[in-house]
């Protein structure tokens, strides 16, 4: 609910603060005073494109700002919240939503959400929850094929949603299984050659058997092997040093001699007794050394040049490997997984063949959901029209009917159906396309009707109307203006109107007067009650606000639409 709303220097409208509220609020005003600034700034907020042209003349920028009442949880407030912005509590489950939009005169544009700056984007992701427009341009917001469909499957309520839901799980479920299928058969040669190329690739792994870090292991022996001489004499030269068998002193012999020392001090001095233990790990330390080096040896001298051209060829080999797969690993992991790729490969024959049998399947289970669909369509469509039909008698169309055809469409995630409104103005004639067969105060009127009773089972926050009363008069605009404050039983309901007919049926009466310099300020906007929306009333009637005529037709207007007889024929209708 949009609870106030300030512009500033949009139009002819240099400062003005509209309170709202609920219930009904209709907008009068002279001709050129800025009646329709309000829808326009409204659908600023609304994230409608900003035109610069909007900008009074000589200022800088226009602004706009709005307050909405909306819950403080739930899919509005969340959309602020994603935006960084908040809805400030008011501690009954509801919060207030504050809304910026200005529009510089070079035409940029900059929007709030809830105290922090969003693109223009977010404010249309919260209009479809907050507000539904009818302006002068866009009458029939039922132009569009798709538009008249949303509107039966709101009219037709959880009845149509679920079978809509039915439909779309299984129209998803049969796309998913028709692109599979398709694009199996489209890839058909290429997936045969890349089934083909992996069965190669794992022969020639399976075949090589390379172990993990094998590449690594091959490449030091082939170091090993390249340099065995000059390896040998190092660890013969470091042998010999440490146990020589000439009569050279080596390093075990001197060592072994100076523990022997260090035993015969220790009968004379125990600290020398640990001196001489550490001479006897040394003494093992140089003997197991000297025995590796003995080892390393003997391996050398087993080694020879066959082995290091046998080191060669597997290394040959997996560098065959490598230069396939990028590296050693990456051959052994397409090992391990290959073998599970080729056998879906290899299935695509019976893959093709179940995919036809589910892909069918799902089909039959989707023509099923799209009959349900339908027929319920058809049911909520036969009420709609009868109930919209019944709104129009009271709308002084008394011989109109209106008729709601579903027909065989294309088919989309919305279903099979084609939805088309369609009015017969008077007896004997064909029901055609509403914006074929209706005038333009016809028009606003199965609008208007079409509102009320879908409203009736599926509310929305906020209407607002400019000027739904167009082209029309009398007793129609007495029943236009019922049909509003019955609208506004369940929902805000704002209208620009220039006719007194629909303004006496209002909860809440602002008049938008333009000063004599042609601009309108804060002052100039007003909330009428007693006597001044009287005579704004008479304004309204005959142009002549001090009318004595016109002044007791507006008194009457406003008892017989305050008077619980005026509510009850409204109702029973």
């Given at each position: 609910?949009?609870?106030?709303?300030?512009?500033?220097?949009?139009?002819?409208?240099?400062?003005?603060?509209?309170?709202?509220?609920?219930?009904?609020?209709?907008?009068?005003?002279?001709?050129?005073?800025?009646?329709?600034?309000?829808?326009?700034?409204?659908?600023?907020?609304?994230?409608?494109?900003a035109d610069s042209g909007a900008v009074r003349s000589g200022a800088p920028q226009a602004?706009?700002?709005?307050?909405?009442?909306?819950?403080?949880?739930?899919?509005?407030?969340?959309?602020?919240?994603?935006?960084?912005?908040?809805?400030?509590?008011?501690?009954?489950?509801?919060?207030?939503?504050?809304?910026?939009?200005?529009?510089?005169?070079?035409?940029?544009?900059?929007?709030?959400?809830?105290?922090?700056?969003?693109?223009?984007?977010?404010?249309?992701?919260?209009?479809?929850?907050?507000?539904?427009?009818?302006?002068?341009?866009?009458?029939?917001?039922?132009?569009?094929?798709?538009?008249?469909?949303?509107?039966?499957?709101?009219?037709?309520?959880?009845?149509?949603?679920?079978?809509?839901?039915?439909?779309?799980?299984?129209?998803?479920?049969?796309?998913?299984?028709?692109?599979?299928?398709?694009?199996?058969?489209?890839?058909?040669?290429?997936?045969?050659?890349?089934?083909?190329?992996?069965?190669?690739?794992?022969?020639?792994?399976?075949?090589?058997?390379?172990?993990?870090?094998?590449?690594?292991?091959?490449?030091?022996?082939?170091?090993?092997?390249?340099?065995?001489?000059?390896?040998?004499?190092?660890?013969?030269?470091?042998?010999?040093?440490?146990?020589?068998?000439?009569?050279?002193?080596?390093?075990?012999?001197?060592?072994?001699?100076?523990?022997?020392?260090?035993?015969?001090?220790?009968?004379?001095?125990?600290?020398?007794?640990?001196?001489?233990?550490?001479?006897?790990?040394?003494?093992?330390?140089?003997?197991?050394?000297?025995?590796?080096?003995?080892?390393?040896?003997?391996?050398?001298?087993?080694?020879?040049?066959?082995?290091?051209?046998?080191?060669?060829?597997?290394?040959?080999?997996?560098?065959?490997?490598?230069?396939?797969?990028?590296?050693?690993?990456?051959?052994?992991?397409?090992?391990?997984?290959?073998?599970?790729?080729?056998?879906?490969?290899?299935?695509?024959?019976?893959?093709?063949?179940?995919?036809?049998?589910?892909?069918?399947?799902?089909?039959?289970?989707?023509?099923?959901?799209?009959?349900?669909?339908?027929?319920?369509?058809?049911?909520?469509?036969?009420?709609?029209?009868?109930?919209?039909?019944?709104?129009?008698?009271?709308?002084?169309?008394?011989?109109?009917?209106?008729?709601v055809a579903v027909s065989a469409g294309a088919e989309t995630a919305a279903g099979r159906?084609?939805?088309?409104?369609?009015?017969?103005?008077?007896?004997?004639?064909?029901?055609?396309?509403?914006?074929?067969?209706?005038?333009?105060?016809?028009?606003?009127?199965v609008m208007l009707a079409i509102e009320v009773v879908i409203a009736g089972v599926d509310?929305?926050?906020?209407?607002?109307?400019?000027?739904?009363?167009?082209?029309?008069?009398?007793?129609?605009?007495?029943?236009?203006?019922?049909?509003?404050?019955?609208?506004?039983?369940?929902?805000?309901?704002?209208?620009?109107?220039?006719?007194?007919?629909?303004?006496?049926?209002?909860?809440?009466?602002?008049?938008?007067?333009?000063?004599?310099?042609?601009?309108?300020?804060?002052?100039?906007?007003?909330?009428?009650?007693?006597?001044?929306?009287?005579?704004?009333?008479?304004?309204?009637?005959?142009?002549?606000?001090?009318?004595?005529?016109?002044?007791?037709?507006?008194?009457?207007?406003?008892?017989?639409?305050?008077?619980?007889?005026?509510?009850?024929?409204?109702?029973?209708?």
């Amino acid at each position: 609910m949009i609870e106030e709303m300030r512009l500033r220097d949009l139009g002819v409208i240099a400062e003005a603060t509209l309170p709202i509220g609920p219930g009904f609020t209709a907008i009068t005003g002279e001709t050129g005073a800025g009646k329709t600034m309000v829808v326009t700034g409204l659908g600023l907020l609304l994230g409608q494109r900003a035109d610069s042209g909007a900008v009074r003349s000589g200022a800088p920028q226009a602004s706009v700002d709005g307050v909405w009442i909306v819950p403080d949880d739930g899919a509005v407030a969340d959309r602020v919240r994603e935006a960084g912005g908040d809805v400030e509590p008011l501690g009954d489950g509801r919060g207030e939503l504050f809304l910026g939009r200005s529009i510089s005169s070079e035409g940029r544009s900059r929007a709030s959400v809830g105290g922090r700056a969003a693109p223009a984007g977010v404010l249309v992701d919260l209009a479809d929850e907050l507000v539904v427009v009818h302006g002068q341009s866009d009458q029939l917001r039922l132009r569009s094929a798709t538009a008249q469909r949303d509107a039966l499957d709101r009219f037709g309520g959880a009845p149509v949603e679920k079978a809509l839901a039915a439909y779309r799980a299984e129209y998803e479920r049969w796309r998913a299984l028709d692109r599979e299928l398709t694009s199996l058969a489209a890839d058909r040669d290429a997936r045969a050659r890349e089934a083909e190329d992996l069965r190669a690739a794992l022969a020639d792994i399976e075949q090589a058997d390379p172990q993990p870090g094998e590449d690594v292991e091959l490449a030091q022996r082939a170091e090993r092997l390249a340099n065995a001489e000059e390896l040998r004499l190092a660890a013969a030269t470091a042998h010999d040093a440490l146990s020589g068998e000439d009569d050279a002193p080596d390093a075990a012999a001197l060592v072994a001699e100076a523990r022997r020392v260090l035993d015969r001090g220790a009968q004379r001095d125990s600290a020398l007794a640990a001196l001489a233990e550490q001479a006897a790990d040394v003494g093992y330390r140089i003997a197991d050394l000297a025995a590796g080096l003995a080892g390393y040896l003997a391996d050398l001298d087993e080694s020879g040049p066959h082995e290091l051209a046998a080191v060669e060829d597997r290394r040959a080999v997996l560098g065959g490997l490598v230069r396939a797969h990028g590296s050693l690993d990456e051959a052994l992991a397409l090992l391990a997984t290959g073998s599970a790729r080729l056998a879906e490969l290899d299935d695509d024959g019976s893959r093709i063949e179940r995919l036809t049998v589910e892909r069918a399947d799902a089909a039959s289970a989707l023509d099923a959901a799209a009959a349900a669909l339908t027929a319920v369509r058809e049911e909520a469509a036969a009420r709609l029209a009868a109930a919209v039909t019944d709104e129009l008698r009271a709308l002084a169309m008394p011989d109109a009917r209106v008729v709601v055809a579903v027909s065989a469409g294309a088919e989309t995630a919305a279903g099979r159906d084609d939805v088309a409104i369609l009015l017969a103005p008077h007896p004997g004639a064909e029901p055609r396309a509403v914006s074929k067969g209706a005038s333009g105060g016809e028009l606003s009127r199965v609008m208007l009707a079409i509102e009320v009773v879908i409203a009736g089972v599926d509310p929305v926050p906020t209407f607002v109307f400019d000027e739904v009363d167009a082209g029309i008069g009398g007793a129609a605009a007495i029943e236009v203006g019922r049909r509003l404050a019955r609208l506004a039983e369940a929902s805000q309901v704002i209208a620009v109107t220039h006719l007194a007919q629909v303004a006496a049926f209002a909860t809440n009466h602002l008049s938008v007067v333009k000063a004599s310099d042609g601009s309108v300020t804060a002052s100039d906007v007003r909330r009428l009650e007693g006597a001044d929306r009287e005579a704004e009333m008479a304004r309204l009637l005959s142009g002549m606000p001090d009318s004595e005529a016109a002044l007791m037709h507006a008194r009457e207007l406003l008892q017989l639409a305050s008077s619980p007889a005026g509510t009850a024929r409204s109702a029973r209708r």
